[in-house]
């Protein structure tokens, strides 16, 4: 004879029982158009974030010598900054670096993750004599694209930048004889030896 506590203990089994229902509802088979899609639109922002993680270290890019921060390396497909290049080659070839020079500073305000309009001012101050100044200024364009010390890369500058890179080194050495104590100086041998790094490096 069932009484009515059995009664209502089956009854309670039965509901226990309904828990599986639950797995169902959230399965893809029974999910509808617009779950498959917030499901696929998550896993594809998963998937992209960890390439740019790992593609992209730190905060704005690779980090670079000096405790600085570089960003990935940068070639604008530009038929006009391409153009404008060709001009500052052409003025500086010309012997009219004063006209290159301000032609050079807009093309990096408005380009200013390039590395080509940096090596431009490069060449402008190995022109001028002024070979640390030079280096400064490749080791931007470096930071910023290191196809300039790849041997195989159509940017290849590495036999110029060695080049200055001695030049540099004499003149900071020079310098540190006379004011051993410059910090100024100090900073840039820590960068002579940052690029003597990176062309070491190279494939170059």
Excluded: W
Excluded at 150 to 167: C, S
């Amino acid at each position: 004879m069932t009484t009515e506590d059995d009664h209502h203990t089956q009854e309670s089994c039965r509901i226990e029982t309904a828990a599986p229902l639950d797995d169902e509802r959230f399965s893809l088979k029974n999910s509808d158009r617009f779950d498959k899609l917030v499901i696929v639109a998550v896993a594809v922002i998963i998937i992209v974030g960890s390439v740019l993680i790992v593609s992209n270290p730190g905060r704005d890019g690779r980090a670079s010598g000096n405790g600085g921060v570089a960003r990935p390396g940068v070639v604008i497909v530009s038929p006009e900054l391409d153009n404008k290049l060709k001009v500052v080659e052409t003025l500086l070839s010309g012997g009219n670096p004063g006209e290159a020079r301000e032609l050079i500073d807009s093309l990096i305000e408005d380009y200013p993750y390039d590395g080509r309009p940096y090596m431009l001012r490069g060449d402008l101050y190995v022109r001028a004599q002024q070979p640390v100044s030079a280096m400064l200024e490749y080791r931007r364009g470096v930071d910023l694209n290191p196809d300039f010390l790849d041997k195989k890369a159509e940017l290849f500058r590495g036999k110029q930048v060695r080049n200055i890179l001695e030049e540099a080194r004499r003149a900071i050495v020079g310098g540190l004889e006379k004011t051993p104590g410059d910090p100024k100086l100090k900073e840039q041998r820590e960068t002579y030896y940052y690029m003597l790094r990176r062309v070491a490096g190279s494939c170059g």
